[in-house]
Nanobody
Framework: QVQLVESGGGLVQAGGSLRLSCAAS????????MGWFRQAPGKEREFVTA????????PYADSVKGRFTISRDNAKNTVYLQMSSLKPEDTAVYYC???????????????????WGQGTQVTVSS
């Protein structure tokens, strides 16, 4: 069993930056693909970015490409999401997720992820 805990969310002005962390316990994440998803009020959960087991493949949603960066530190069992040039439309609850299947390309579909954190709120004011 994998437990995931997100942190680093908060209130930031448009144009600002935040770094989210996702710390895992229970299992080592080194063989898991990790994903970040977000859900805004009244909207479906959407893919943000993901990273494969060795950090070599990192797809991004078009809406965050060039502004967000995902990374992982397997020694710390932690995945990060660096968010820059934040916009009000980035406001959402951000979730990290783990997929124990080992593929070169990490999944971009939420239902393919087995483990989820509780989420952290990110609010971007205009």
């Amino acid at each position: 069993q994998v437990q995931l805990v997100e942190s680093g969310g908060g209130l930031v002005q448009a144009g600002g930056s935040l770094r989210l962390s996702c710390a895992a316990s229970g299992r080592t994440l080194s063989n898991y693909a990790m994903g970040w998803f977000r859900q805004a009020p009244g909207k479906e959960r959407e893919f943000v970015t993901a990273i494969n087991w060795n950090g070599g493949v990192t797809p991004y949603a078009d809406s965050v490409k060039g502004r967000f960066t995902i990374s992982r530190d397997n020694a710390k069992n932690t995945v990060y999401l660096q968010m820059s040039s934040l916009k009000p439309e980035d406001t959402a609850v951000y979730y990290c997720a783990a997929d124990r299947r080992v593929f070169r390309q990490p999944a971009t579909i939420a239902t393919l992820y087995e483990y989820w954190g509780q989420g952290t709120q990110v609010t971007v004011s205009s």
